[in-house]
């Protein structure tokens, strides 16, 4: 089984940074694909960035909705995986989820959620 414990989230004014932290526990080998997701009331969850580790290179990728804003990075001794928010706005609202999976995305996980609120 796998576990995924987050961390960080909270209230900030906007134009604020907040840091978010995911640490992933238990049968996670060959779980290459981390990243965060959100989702916001009474819309789908979706997809904020997520980072693939390939050999000693990682790969990220971001919503179009926060590029330059966020920055997502990881460390593979610690198994955790990081998304800086900078430039906070209201829309940012969400409770944001830690996610892992395989490549083929037949092994995959979800954290508890943390609320990140925005306030205007």
């Known amino acids: 089984q796998v576990q995924l414990v987050e961390s960080g989230g909270g209230l900030v004014q906007a134009g604020g940074s907040l840091r978010l932290s995911c640490v992933a526990s238990?049968?996670?080998?060959?779980?290459?694909?981390m990243g965060w997701y959100r989702q916001a009331a009474g819309k789908q969850r979706e997809l904020v960035a997520h980072i693939t580790s390939g050999g000693n290179t990682n790969y990220a990728n971001y919503a179009d909705s926060v590029k330059g804003r966020f920055t997502i990075s990881r460390d593979n001794a610690k198994n955790t995986v990081y998304l800086q928010m900078n430039g906070l706005k209201p829309e940012d609202t969400a409770v944001y989820f830690c996610?892992?999976?395989?490549?083929?995305?037949?092994?995959?996980?979800w954290g508890q959620g943390t609320q990140v609120t925005v306030s205007s």
């Open positions: 996610n892992i999976h395989n490549a083929a995305r037949t092994r995959e996980y």
């Open positions: 238990g049968s996670i080998f060959g779980l290459n694909v």
